[in-house]
């Protein structure tokens, strides 16, 4: 598999993860804490998946497209999948413990 999609799909599966905690925010927070927590936790959980994707994945950065892993590259090539699976499961777990 190639080095970028195995990053999108790492950054992914941090995104899925940080869905999952979100979901389980309690309902007790009001409205600006809630907000405030979301944002944390995604922030949060992005920047630990930009700084282990090396380590995990076991690639120097001179391996990258383009030769270094900076951070402008790195939220390009991860950024979106992380995001979109956080909100999928963000949504999903909500949905489910509301219901």
Not at 32 to 47: K, M, R
């Amino acid at each position: 598999m190639e080095l970028v999609a195995k990053i999108t799909l790492l950054f992914a599966g941090w995104g899925a993860i940080a869905g999952c905690i979100s979901g389980f925010l309690p309902r007790s927070l009001s409205q600006e804490q809630g907000a405030f927590a979301l944002l944390a936790i995604l922030f949060f959980l992005f920047y630990i998946s930009y700084k282990l994707a090396p380590r995990v994945l076991k690639f120097v950065p001179a391996e990258f497209p383009g030769g270094k892993w900076t951070g402008g590259t790195a939220f390009k090539k991860g950024f979106w999948g992380f995001f979109i699976m956080w909100l999928l499961f963000w949504i999903m777990v909500h949905t489910i413990l509301v219901s």
